[in-house]
């Protein structure tokens, strides 16, 4: 479990991502490890049971984020490669 304030593991997957200077095509493969997808469910189910602490509430809220984050850097890598092919 993370600590407040520290990063949640999606984080700390998309920071070794990044760092590991990967292609588009890398970025655009990406998807998180198994045993994040099981945090997140987790997480997601004890929402739903409204049984979220405030802390596990902040980690819930760092995994929307991070999806938020990697979304939009998926959008704009789409985006580009398309006005690249209308050139």
Do not use: Y
């Amino acid at each position: 479990m993370s600590s407040v304030g520290s990063p949640s593991q999606i984080f700390n997957e998309i920071a070794t991502l990044f760092a590991s200077a990967p292609s588009s095509q890398t970025i655009l493969d990406f998807r998180p490890s198994k045993q994040t997808i099981g945090r997140a469910a987790e997480l997601l189910e004890l929402n739903r049971q409204g049984r979220l602490s405030d802390e596990l509430t902040m980690e819930l809220e760092q995994f929307e984020q991070a999806e938020l984050l990697m979304r939009l850097v998926k959008a704009r890598i789409r985006a580009d490669r398309q006005q690249d092919q209308a050139r």
